[in-house]
T-cell receptor, first 114, second 115 residues
Framework: GESVGLHLPTLSVQEGDNSIINCAYSNSASDYFIWYKQESGKGPQFIIDIRSNMDKRQGQRVTVLLNKTVKHLSLQIAATQPGDSAVYFCAENLRPGGSYIPTFGRGTSLIVHP | EAQVTQNPRYLITVTGKKLTVTCSQNMNHEYMSWYRQDPGLGLRQIYYSMNVEVTDKGDVPEGYKVSRKEKRNFPLILESPSPNQTSLYFC??????????????FGEGSRLTVL
């Protein structure tokens, strides 16, 4: 019979468009957030981070926005390129004993069409 | 080159046959962690270690063991693997305290199949 699995949210964009990937986090006590990019066959890699005392942070072609009121995080990628095709994870971090403990979201698959 | 190295990268085994996945980092990181990644479920933490001889359970520790006898190594042990442990496993490390950014450095992954 047909197997049913969990499917990743997927965002398809054209090369050159801007991409926005969203993430809802669960714990209002989380005070540090990281976006990771995972290319096919590789481990996740750090893209950008933001602390809870900020609502926006910019990197090279990427911007992270944090809305603590609704516990929402977004990653904006400007002028998306085929090399941006990957799965993107957000991670919220708690610091119960002074050291960050991350919890990852399920991820979003970004597909960039040339 | 700064890296986290996992071995083996691929393994097919049978139910009940003990196996160990090794993890080594050359960045002098205090914190190390193991994750499993399953389709649609993201990364779930199995165990983590804040430093040598200090380990704690993550979200899905059942069926796994770890040890941290040296700072650079953090092996994951499956004493009696079962098919539900078929997964893609990642080891990760980072600094702790001080100027800790929280950024995790991941290995390339170990794909395990238990028949």
């Amino acid at each position: 019979g047909e197997s049913v699995g969990l499917h990743l949210p997927t965002l398809s964009v054209q090369e050159g468009d801007n991409s926005i990937i969203n993430c809802a986090y669960s714990n209002s006590a989380s005070d540090y957030f990281i976006w990771y990019k995972q290319e096919s066959g590789k481990g996740p890699q750090f893209i950008i981070d933001i602390r809870s005392n900020m609502d926006k942070r910019q990197g090279q072609r990427v911007t992270v926005l944090l809305n603590k009121t609704v516990k929402h995080l977004s990653l904006q990628i400007a002028a998306t390129q085929p090399g941006d095709s990957a799965v993107y994870f957000c991670a919220e971090n708690l610091r119960p004993g002074g050291s960050y403990i991350p919890t990852f979201g399920r991820g979003t698959s970004l597909i960039v069409h040339p | 080159e700064a890296q986290v190295t996992q071995n083996p990268r691929y393994l097919i085994t049978v139910t009940g046959k003990k196996l160990t996945v090794t993890c080594s980092q050359n960045m002098n990181h205090e914190y190390m962690s193991w994750y499993r990644q399953d389709p649609g479920l993201g990364l779930r933490q199995i165990y983590y270690s804040m430093n040598v001889e200090v380990t704690d359970k993550g979200d899905v520790p059942e069926g796994y063991k770890v040890s941290r006898k040296e700072k650079r190594n953090f092996p994951l042990i499956l004493e009696s693997p079962s098919p539900n442990q078929t997964s893609l496993y990642f080891c990760a490390s980072r600094r702790s305290g001080g100027a800790n950014t929280g950024e995790l450095f991941f290995g390339e992954g170990s794909r395990l199949t238990v028949l």
